[in-house]
C-alpha cells in the first residue's frame, strides 16, 4: 500500500516563506504531483516532480527526494490568496505497469495573515 | 480551451437509489480517473480509463463502476446509495496514465 504524511495545518505571514513537507511510502513509484485546493473547489495542478532536485515556477517550488521518500512544496512571497489546502499526491505503477494510481494525502490547510 | 468539466453540478439522492455522473475530458486527454473526496480528506482514488479500459481500481465495493466512451468522455455509476457515499465526485483527465492530472469542479452527491 501508500501511505502518505503531511501537516495538518500550517499559518505563514504574508510576505514570508513558507515550506510545506511531505513524506511517502510507496511501491512502484511514479511521480510526486502538489495540488492547491480553496475551500469547495476542485484540486489545482501545482507542480510535478519525478526525478530528484528541485522544480521551480514562480512563487512556487517543489523538491523530491526518492531515496528518503521525501519532498516539500516551497512557497516565496505569500499572499492571502494562498490561503488553501495543499494536497500532496503520489503516483504509483499499477500491475501492468500502464497505469498510474494517484494517491492523495490528507493536504495542509495553510492560513497566511496579515 | 474547455478544462475537464462534469455534470450535475449537484445531486439529492435518496438511500437505495442509482447514480450516473458525467465527465468530459480536456481535449486530447486520454485518461480519465475518478475520486471521492470527503470533506477534510484528500480525494480518494475510485477508477482510471485509459483508451477505454479500465487500468486501475481503488478500495471501493462493487456498488460503483465505471467506462469510458469513444470519445474518452466518462461515466460513474453508483447502485444502492448508502448515506456514506455523500461526497464530491471528482473527474480528472490526463493525456497519458502517468502524466498530470487536471481535475474538473466535481459533483457535490448527498444521500438523504
Known amino acids: 500500500g501508500q501511505n502518505i504524511d503531511q501537516p495538518t495545518e500550517m499559518t505563514a505571514t504574508e510576505g514570508a516563506i513558507v515550506q510545506i513537507n511531505c513524506t511517502y511510502q510507496t511501491s512502484g513509484f511514479n511521480g510526486l504531483f502538489w495540488y492547491q485546493q480553496h475551500a469547495g473547489e476542485a484540486p489545482t495542478f501545482l507542480s510535478y516532480?519525478?526525478?530528484?532536485g528541485l522544480e521551480e515556477k514562480g512563487r512556487f517550488s517543489s523538491f523530491l527526494s526518492r531515496s528518503k521518500g521525501y519532498s516539500y512544496l516551497l512557497l516565496k512571497e505569500l499572499q492571502m490568496k494562498d490561503s488553501a489546502s495543499y494536497l500532496c499526491a503520489v503516483s504509483a505503477l499499477g500491475t501492468t505497469g500502464t497505469a498510474s494510481k494517484l494517491t492523495f494525502g490528507t493536504g495542509t490547510r495553510l492560513q497566511v495573515t496579515l | 480551451d474547455a478544462g475537464v468539466t462534469q455534470s450535475p453540478t449537484h445531486l439529492i439522492k435518496t438511500r437505495g437509489q442509482q447514480v450516473t455522473l458525467r465527465c468530459s475530458p480536456i481535449?486530447?486527454?486520454?485518461?480519465v480517473s475518478w475520486y471521492q473526496q470527503v470533506l477534510g480528506q484528500g480525494p480518494q482514488f475510485i477508477f482510471q480509463?485509459?483508451?477505454?479500459?479500465?487500468?486501475g481500481r481503488g478500495n471501493f465495493p462493487d456498488r460503483f463502476s465505471a467506462r469510458q466512451f469513444p470519445n474518452y468522455s466518462s461515466e460513474l455509476n453508483v447502485n444502492a446509495l448508502l448515506l456514506g457515499d455523500s461526497a464530491l465526485y471528482l473527474c480528472?483527465?490526463?493525456?497519458?496514465?502517468?502524466?498530470?492530472?487536471?481535475f474538473g469542479d466535481g459533483t457535490r452527491l448527498s444521500i438523504l
Open positions: 481535449s486530447g486527454h486520454k485518461s
Open positions: 480509463y485509459y483508451e477505454k479500459e479500465e487500468r
Open positions: 516532480n519525478v526525478l530528484d
Open positions: 480528472a483527465s490526463s493525456l497519458a496514465a502517468n502524466q498530470p492530472q487536471h
